[in-house]
T-cell receptor, first 113, second 114 residues
Framework: QKEVEQDPGPLSVPEGAIVSLNCTYS??????FMWYRQYSRKGPELLMY????GNKEDGRFTAQVDKSSKYISLFIRDSQPSDSATYLC?????????????FGSGTRLQVQP | GAGVSQSPSNKVTEKGKDVELRCDPI?????LYWYRQRLGQGLEFLIY????????KSGLPSDRFSAERTGESVSTLTIQRTQQEDSAVYLC????????????FGDGTRLSIL
């Protein structure tokens, strides 16, 4: 079993829809949670960064972390065709010492105009 | 300011050749990471540098892989005697290196082994 599980999609939605992307994880030591967006042939771009449980909002994006359930989510409101990309969840723990990120395999999102 | 810069952006080479990939981190970032991304997959950690500390090499898949970093600047990842399974995108990231600071990525080097 992978440490971080993420539905690969593809997820296809119409423009304007609310998108929900999710990851589950098994390592209870994870404390830092990130969402990255990756366009084709580009590096991952940091979207959201949260520490421990709770919600964080930035424009059309909301990140939620539920450590008790080992479950994180990214919501995109009023989705746009420009949001079409692969979304990667990532997480880390100070306990690992090296602080390298553990990634999900990514969910491919397509927003249809 | 400038982001993480990687070169070359693409590299095609024959099986058995050595390749060297370069990463220029964001200025002032003490932590530098190399990851590998195979087609349709997430990122796989390779190696981590933090300041002048000994690097964490725990993710390197074989002794054909090595990396160096000069102080807190440029890093090179070297793959010797390349194999077809080495074909992937090699991504470099840097962070300020304190606590759980998020990492910022370059656009990677797309390596193809013929």
């Amino acid at each position: 079993q992978k440490e971080v599980e993420q539905d690969p999609g593809p997820l296809s939605v119409p423009e304007g829809a609310i998108v929900s992307l999710n990851c589950t994880y098994s390592n209870s030591a994870f404390q830092y949670f990130m969402w990255y967006r990756q366009y084709s042939r580009k590096g991952p771009e940091l979207l959201m960064y949260t520490y421990s449980s709770g919600n964080k909002e930035d424009g059309r994006f909301t990140a939620q972390v539920d450590k008790s359930s080992k479950y994180i989510s990214l919501f995109i409101r009023d989705s746009q065709p420009s949001d079409s990309a692969t979304y990667l969840c990532a997480m880390s723990s100070m306990d690992t010492g090296r602080r390298a990120l553990t990634f999900g395999s990514g969910t491919r999102l397509q927003v249809q105009p | 300011g400038a982001g993480v810069s990687q070169s070359p952006s693409n590299k095609v080479t024959e099986k058995g050749k050595d390749v060297e990939l370069r990463c220029d981190p964001i200025s002032g970032h003490t932590a530098l990471y190399w990851y590998r991304q195979r087609l349709g997959q997430g990122l796989e950690f390779l190696i981590y540098f933090q300041g002048n500390s000994a690097p964490d090499k725990s993710g390197l898949p074989s002794d054909r892989f090595s990396a160096e970093r000069t102080g807190e600047s440029v890093s090179t990842l070297t793959i010797q005697r390349t194999q077809q399974e080495d074909s992937a995108v090699y991504l470099c990231a840097s962070s300020p290196g304190q606590g759980g600071q998020p990492q910022h990525f370059g656009d990677g080097t797309r390596l193809s082994i013929l």
